[in-house]
């Protein structure tokens, strides 16, 4: 791509309407623009990110066995009366009527409907376990929508939804999500950390959410700080191999505010490793055993002949909020530096050739090596305007793309000036980059 024809808005300064980092970068360098209060339009650069933050989350969904199904944004509000969380959901919901009158509503989530679909079709234990996904939009009607697309009203989830015999195997389901939600978060290069948490209107008995740290999080955390040693390396998709990676976490104080309780606190966690701090909730699991599958009468033929309400769980992660808490965590602000894990970058590598009104021979050094690159599969960005070099890389660190040749002074011959954001440059052949991306990618 030429960044001449590249739809990317740059503004010259940070918006005043955004207080925290991430909402100031999104609209500064242009990858989103707000529609109506807390509903936003995605411009390239972060529908780009989005959709690569989205693919890893699929690939993980379905390395645990995980089906993906894709259902409607609008609903019936008949399976929500038979629920009874109609009229609990409150001002939350989006409430709809068609031309016949009848009550409809824009999905915030969407247990009742899968409860549905798999009532109609599964009958027997045989067909169990059964875990299905979807990534779609979701709408809810915040009190205070803010900071842009973190509390936003429609906003993109996965949500999938598990169903099984017994609590045991239900439990089996539970853990199979908490290992892809680990290796999820790690393929997006944050730590994030599973924490005890409330069950809210979901409801059931066993939660935990997943947060990463950042001052500007909306979820107060307190945590004994050897929780980030653990390591989940060893784990495979084993029943015991899971039970034991969850208890490796479960044995170190992590809760959310709703849980929290000073004198637990205090006995558990020696004052050193004491960590009182903010976070990011960017997924959320539940086990909440038969709390759907009752009501709406969703059970299975059991092996000696009898009937059971089969046991659910529901497993959400925020795809459009991870683009704004990736920013959080890896924008410096002071220095206006972006740099996107090369896993969900908008472009992997930008060319930023020295040109001025009479020497073009940079621009056409960098369209030849830009065809390489594109041939050796590298989403490549190049600056084609002759704005002054100094704002090329401010702009370029604003946009975050990690990698960077820079065709000016430096680069000779067929060696050209390479830098990955906020490191020193080297010279290298074109060869040279091109195996040094590839080798970076295939870690991902
Ligand atoms: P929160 O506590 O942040 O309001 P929640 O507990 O209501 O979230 P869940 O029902 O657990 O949310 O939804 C799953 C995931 O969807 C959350 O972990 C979060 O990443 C994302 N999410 C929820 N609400 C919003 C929102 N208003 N804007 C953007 N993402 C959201
Ligand atoms: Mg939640």
Partial sequence: MYISKAFIPILKNNPT????????????????????????????????????????VREEQNKIGAQEILMPTIQSSEIWKESGRYDDYGDEMLRIKDRQNREMLYGPTNEELITDIFRSNIKSYKSLPQLLY??????????????????????????????????EEALYSYNKFFLSYLRTFKRLNLTAIPMAADTGPIGGNLSHEFIILAETGESKIFTDKRIFDVSYDNANLEKK?????RKKYEIFYAVTDEKFNKEEFEKKVSAENRL?????????IFYFGDKYSKPLNASVDLP???????KMGSYGVGVSRLVGAII?????????????????????LAIIPMITKNDTSNLEKAQK??????????????????????????????????????????SEGDLFEFKEIGKESQNLSIDQISELINKQKEKI
């Avoid at 906003?155 to 598990?162: E, G, I, L, N, V």
């Avoid at 740099?339 to 908008?346: C, G």
């Fill in 276 to 284: 009182t701090t903010k976070g990011i909730e960017v997924g959320h």
């Fill in 369 to 410: 090596i830009y065809k390489f690159l594109e041939s050796k599969k590298i989403d490549t960005i190049v600056d084609d305007t002759d704005e002054n070099f100094s704002s090329k890389m401010k702009k370029f660190n604003l946009i975050g793309v990690p990698y960077q040749i820079i065709i000016g002074k430096k």
């Fill in 304 to 310: 000696g002949g009898k009937k059971d309400y089969v």
């Fill in 17 to 56: 309407e955004a207080k925290i980092k991430s909402h100031k970068l999104m609209l500064r360098v242009g990858m989103i623009k707000q529609s109506s209060a807390g509903i936003y339009s995605w411009l390239p650069l972060g529908f780009k990110v989005m959709k690569k933050i989205e693919k890893i």
């Fill in 328 to 348: 959080e965590a890896k924008y410096n602000e002071n220095e206006e530096i972006m740099k996107w894990p090369l896993s969900v970058t908008p472009y992997e």
């Fill in 241 to 245: 191999s899971l039970d034991d990676l």
């Fill in 134 to 167: 979807h990534i779609q939009w979701k709408f809810r009607d915040e009190l205070r929508p803010r900071f842009g697309i973190m509390r936003c009203r429609e906003f993109y989830m996965k949500d999938a939804y598990s169903f099984d015999i017994n609590d």
